[in-house]
Nanobody
Framework: QVQLVESGGGLVQAGGSLRLSCVAS????????MAWYRQAPGKQRELVAG???????NYVDSVKGRFTISRDNAKNTVYLQMNSLKPEDTAVYLC????????WGQGTQVTVSS
């Protein structure tokens, strides 16, 4: 049974940092390209950052230079380090495979105050 469990969100002031974690189970994690997505109220879900099985990364333009995606295959975990947060980063953050074909978890809420 595939399960994705996100954590690490919270309320932070603009300019602050958060580190999100996503633990995956039920998949062969080390061969899976993973990604972080976010969904803000009234907006479509967007892919924020992706990481391949060999560690190559890509980011949406709005977070380049501020967010870093990484993975620990021994822990079946993908991380998102978010620095210099802005109010427009406020959203529910979720992880999934790079093609978003896994069952979605509940996500973790990130709220950035101005």
């Amino acid at each position: 049974q595939v399960q994705l469990v996100e954590s690490g969100g919270g309320l932070v002031q603009a300019g602050g940092s958060l580190r999100l974690s996503c633990v995956a189970s039920g998949i062969i994690f080390r061969i899976k390209a993973m990604a972080w997505y976010r969904q803000a109220p009234g907006k479509q879900r967007e892919l924020v950052a992706g990481i391949t099985s060999d560690g190559s990364t890509n980011y949406v333009d709005s977070v380049k230079g501020r967010f870093t995606i990484s993975r620990d295959n021994a822990k079946n975990t993908v991380y998102l380090q978010m620095n210099s947060l802005k109010p427009e980063d406020t959203a529910v953050y979720l992880c999934n495979g790079l093609r978003a074909l896994l069952p979605w978890g509940q996500g973790t809420q990130v709220t950035v105050s101005s």
